[in-house]
């Protein structure tokens, strides 16, 4: 008699301790179950990052179903593409779906990002080709290239090295454009050279890597956006578009 009284106990503190559990949230909690889900499908279809963190508004039911009434999507560090990593990338989404084994889908979406000037710095320099003809006749190569972004404005100084062994500074100030949703411009409203009066050669040179062609060109990233604004902070930019959601379904997401 005693033992069954004390098994008794034991299953009762059992069901006790799971009940427990599930209310203190140590179950299986289904809203952070598809959230994580969806966390999973974002380093495919956007790029690495940081961290991402989903949120998902909608019923725990058609949570089950893999559908949700909206979805906010954050990325810490995002990896867009080689050496351009914004800061933060926030994307808002309606009208969810996200079913395992299939492509996340959604009726329409938003997304603002910011990028750093260091990193901008940092992309830019990779981007610089050694110094071809005709103006490797008067400059050997540019480096140390900084960037500056500020009120509306942005300003890019590099150091030129000329073939007569003087090192110059050169200066573009000017605003950004946005082109074809893909492509920022940097439009130049002043270029000078610090120090000495330059050779037009050089000023040609420096409108030729800067000025005659997009200063960032993300028409070949993964995910599908497209650009809509760009603004100019306290050292960063900042970016608005919309999510091209009809390419979403052709985006596997492994």
């Given at each position: 008699m005693g033992n069954t009284v004390r098994a008794q106990k034991h299953i009762l503190l059992g069901f006790c301790l799971l009940v427990a559990l599930a209310i203190g949230g140590c179950g299986i909690n289904p809203r952070r179950l598809a959230e994580k889900r969806v966390e999973a499908q974002l380093p495919r279809l956007i790029g690495p990052a940081k961290r991402y963190r989903a949120t998902l508004l909608g019923r725990h039911e058609?949570?089950?179903?893999?559908?949700?009434?909206?979805?906010?999507?954050?990325?810490?560090?995002?990896?867009?593409?080689?050496?351009?990593?914004?800061?933060?990338?926030?994307?808002?989404?309606?009208?969810?779906?996200?079913?395992?084994?299939?492509?996340?889908?959604?009726?329409?979406?938003?997304?603002?990002?910011?990028?750093?000037?260091?990193?901008?710095?940092?992309?830019?320099?990779?981007?610089?080709?050694?110094?071809?003809?005709?103006?490797?006749?008067?400059?050997?190569?540019?480096?140390?290239?900084?960037?500056?972004?500020?009120?509306?404005?942005?300003?890019?100084?590099?150091?030129?090295?000329?073939?007569?062994?003087?090192?110059?500074?050169?200066?573009?100030?000017?605003?950004?454009?946005?082109?074809?949703?893909?492509?920022?411009?940097?439009?130049?409203?002043?270029?000078?050279?610090?120090?000495?009066?330059?050779p037009e050669k050089v000023r040609e040179l420096l409108s030729e890597m800067f000025l005659n062609r997009p200063l960032i060109d993300l028409s070949g990233i993964k995910a599908p956006v497209r650009i809509e604004r760009v603004a100019v902070g306290e050292r960063m930019l900042m970016f608005e578009g919309a999510v091209l959601v009809e390419k979403l379904a052709g985006l596997t997401p492994g």
């Open positions: 058609r949570m089950f179903q893999g559908k949700v009434k909206a979805a906010r999507l954050v990325g810490e560090g995002v990896e867009i593409q080689p050496g351009f990593t914004l800061r933060e990338l926030v994307i808002e989404l309606q009208e969810v779906e996200y079913r395992q084994g299939s492509p996340l889908k959604a009726k329409q979406g938003s997304f603002h990002a910011v990028l750093d000037d260091e990193v901008l710095q940092s992309y830019l320099s990779s981007l610089i080709p050694p110094v071809r003809s005709p103006w490797n006749l008067v400059v050997s190569r540019l480096d140390n290239l900084r960037v500056r972004s500020r009120a509306g404005e942005v300003r890019l100084s590099v150091d030129v090295h000329t073939r007569l062994g003087v090192k110059i500074t050169g200066e573009l100030s000017g605003a950004l454009r946005l082109k074809e949703g893909t492509q920022i411009w940097f439009e130049a409203s002043e270029v000078k050279v610090v120090g000495l009066s330059v």
